[in-house]
């Protein structure tokens, strides 16, 4: 750990920007609850007092103290403390402060946050997985399945309802009869694409909220 965050300092002596949990996967600590970027409301904070900074989590390590009033984001949590990242015009330095000094964030938010995070996490493998979820937006739709074939919508009394249309395609060998250099008859083996499946994706107000797919005989 105390290596892990050497190099961090030595980055951010050149001036070098470090976000905890979108960088440097290999050095994140598993028993830290990082806030990824992307986090919605992403967590802002105001210190109300002069606030020590610590190189580790156990809060051992004197990294330097924040004045009161300095803005901060936080980038993750411990039961021991949080992890932050100074705002400061001049410089911007992160480490960890005690769970005192993080007030504005209660135990209610921490779990909102943490939820999220879980959500995101789900949606992640779906899309490295080609799948779907109820909730996602039309744009991980997008990452997930790519562009649509087709996109339509109905209208009914619970409203609009957009319908994004696919074909799954499976790729199958052929053979076919060719020639060579001297004319004799070859067997060449060629990979075709056959539809095999439909997917319809529903959507209300920008989410998922039906998933149907259908196999083509």
């Known amino acids: 750990m105390k290596y892990r ?27 830290v609850l990082y806030f990824p970027g992307k986090l919605s409301e992403f967590p802002n904070i105001k210190l109300e007092r002069l606030t020590p900074l610590f190189t580790e989590k156990d809060l051992r390590s004197l990294l330097r103290n924040l004045p009161a009033g300095s803005a901060a984001r936080v980038l993750g949590w411990h039961s021991q403390g949080w992890l932050i990242q100074s705002l400061e015009s001049s410089n911007s330095w992160e480490g960890w402060v005690s769970a005192e000094s993080v007030q ?27 799948s779907i979820l109820p909730g996602m937006t039309e744009e991980e739709v997008r990452q997930s399945l790519g562009k649509p074939k087709e996109s339509s919508f109905r209208i009914d009394e619970k409203g609009k309802t957009m319908i994004w249309s696919y074909i799954r395609y499976e790729e199958v060998p052929e053979i076919r009869n060719g020639r060579d250099i001297y004319g004799r008859t070859i067997q060449v083996t060629t990979m075709i694409r056959i539809p095999r499946g439909e997917r319809r994706v529903e959507f209300k107000e920008g989410k998922v909220v039906a998933y149907e797919e259908k196999k083509i005989q």
């Open 5 to 31: 965050f050497s190099i961090l300092m030595i980055l951010s002596l050149f001036g070098v920007k470090f976000i905890a949990g979108n960088s440097f996967e290999s050095l994140r600590d598993p028993d």
């Open 104 to 130: 504005t964030i209660s135990e209610k938010d921490l779990q909102c946050y943490r939820q999220q995070i879980e959500e995101m996490k789900r949606v992640e493998v779906a899309i490295q997985e080609k």
